[in-house]
Each structure stands twice: as structure tokens, then as C-alpha cells.
């Protein structure tokens, strides 16, 4: 299993597909980026702060986020790489039987009453993905967040 993350931008976009027949080098190859999620059905789970194993991922997954090449702290920046990495091959990839696609916004609020935006084009391309888009709110930015809250999630196909 591969899985990395680096210090949190204020923003970052998620892509990750998930399936039973995730197809990771061929993925890479295609879209000129490294995963940062790298999961094969039938791996072991295992619990991070325990290291303990605790059954077995039912799918694969496979994934990448714009933190990895986007400094800017604006979520339209991060859209747009996203949609010039997906653009090579956005109809291969679109979510069907064989597999899903998640895109996740995580975002760093300090606000209690955090208001989060998703610009038209990242909408779009979830509409054109048939992707299911969840959105994450972290306090602070000098750690990951643990306990990622996912305040909404939605299919552009089947509205809120």
C-alpha cells in the first residue's frame, strides 16, 4: 500500500477511483501523475496509530491530489490542474459499473461556520465524470485532519 501526505495547503482537490479492476501504472501513464494512494483489493487495512492489521480493503483505490503540484491557496487553481490532468482522458475515466470516482475538496477554516464554494468548473467535471464530489473542513493547517468531516457529498446526476 502506498499512501503519503504532505503538509496541508488551505486547499487541495482529491481525484480517486475506486473499483474492483483499478488499473494504477496504466492510470499514472495516462494522466503523467504519480498516486498518492495506492490500494489493491484484498490488502490489509491496517489502523494507523496502532499498526494493527483489521481486515482487508474490499476494492482498489487509487488516487492522486493537486497538493502534490499546486501551491496556490485558491481553489480554482487546484480545479484547474485537476481538470488538465483528467482532460487526457475524461472519457475513459468517467465513474460506470467497473468503477466510481470520488473527488474530495479538503479545505483548512478556521471559521466555526466554514462556507466553502466549488467553483462551476470543478461541478462540471464531476458532472462529466459521473463523479461523486465530497468536501472535508480541517481547523488547522500544520496537520492532516484525522477525523476529516465530510459536511456534504453529492452526484452532479443525482443533486444533494
Known amino acids: 500500500m502506498n499512501y503519503t501526505r504532505n503538509a496541508v495547503p488551505e486547499v487541495q482537490i482529491a481525484f480517486y477511483l475506486i473499483g474492483d479492476a483499478i488499473d494504477g501504472a496504466a492510470l499514472g501513464n495516462l494522466l ?26 474490499p476494492e482498489s483505490t487509487w488516487g492522486f491530489s493537486s497538493a502534490q503540484a499546486v501551491e496556490s491557496d485558491k481553489i480554482e487553481t487546484h480545479t484547474e490542474w485537476l481538470r488538465s490532468k483528467i482532460s487526457k482522458a475524461t472519457c475513459n475515466l468517467r465513474s460506470d459499473a467497473g468503477h466510481k470516482i470520488w473527488i474530495e ?29 465530497g468536501v472535508v473542513m480541517c481547523s488547522d493547517s500544520s496537520e492532516w ?16
Open 32 to 57: 503523467e501523475v504519480e498516486p498518492m494512494v495506492s490500494i489493491k483489493k484484498g490488502e490489509q487495512r491496517i489502523q494507523k496509530s496502532t499498526r494493527q492489521t483489521f481486515g482487508f480493503y
Open 105 to 133: 475538496v479538503t479545505a483548512v477554516n478556521k471559521d466555526p461556520s466554514p462556507i466553502l464554494l466549488l467553483p462551476d468548473r470543478l461541478l462540471e467535471l464531476a458532472s462529466e465524470l459521473n463523479a461523486t464530489v
Open 145 to 160: 485532519c484525522e477525523n476529516d468531516l465530510i459536511l456534504n457529498s453529492f452526484n452532479p446526476h443525482y443533486g444533494l
